[in-house]
């Protein structure tokens, strides 16, 4: 998408600085008291929760752009940009210290500061019955396919297709969940083992 302006309207800098405050108050509380104070608050902000198991420590910007759906479990230190849109379907599993970013700087100018040329954003789609393991990055305008499973410490810039197991960095398919070798111990895939992106460590 083109770049997206900076300037917020008033009300949505009141709105902001009261989900920030409320949100605020309950990010730190510890299981299982706070999985539900969480969901409470969220569920006024966000575009759509369904699912209580939110973790302490997740930080969610730009809530309103956000979208989890059902039986999801968003562990500690989950980081979610929602500025660009992101949605999350049904099941899903994301592991502690994922970042999902949907919007990214523009540099092309070399003549103006950074700061100053604006943003880009594309929404992020994650399907139902994904496994995100720890530390991984999901970028903007990235789709996860249903039943994909994404290694710890994967940095996430294209497309992962429906069942695809999707390791390193960048992220890249090394096989398809129900073929031989995959599950639980992760997929017999050669050098991607030997390099410690295997999605068996994915906790």
């Not at 390099?195 to 994915?202: H, L, R, W, Y």
Request: net charge negative; charged share 20%.
């Amino acid at each position: 998408m083109p770049a997206n302006p900076t300037r917020y309207s008033p009300w949505r800098y009141l709105r902001a600085g009261a989900y920030f405050t409320l949100y605020g108050l309950v990010k730190y509380l510890p299981p299982p008291v706070g999985n539900p104070l969480r969901y409470g608050v969220l569920k006024l902000f966000c575009a759509r929760i369904r699912s209580w198991r939110i973790q302490d420590g997740v930080t969610i910007w730009f809530p309103e752009g956000v979208r989890i759906g059902e039986r999801c479990s968003v562990n500690e230190n989950v980081y979610l940009d929602g500025f660009g849109g992101i949605t999350i379907g049904d099941d899903c599993r994301i592991a502690h210290n994922v970042s999902f970013v949907s919007e990214d700087h523009v540099f092309a100018d070399p003549d103006t500061p950074i700061r100053l040329q604006g943003k880009e954003t594309a929404e992020i789609h994650i399907g139902s019955d994904v496994w995100i393991g720890c530390g991984a990055r999901i970028l903007m305008g990235v789709t996860g396919g249903d039943g994909a499973v994404i290694g710890a410490g994967a940095i996430v810039t294209r497309d992962v297709p429906p069942l695809g197991i999707a390791v390193g960095v960048p992220a890249r398919i090394v096989g398809t969940r129900g073929e031989p070798g995959t599950g639980s111990a992760g997929p017999d895939h050669g050098d991607a083992a030997a390099e410690g992106n295997a999605p068996d460590a994915a906790a």
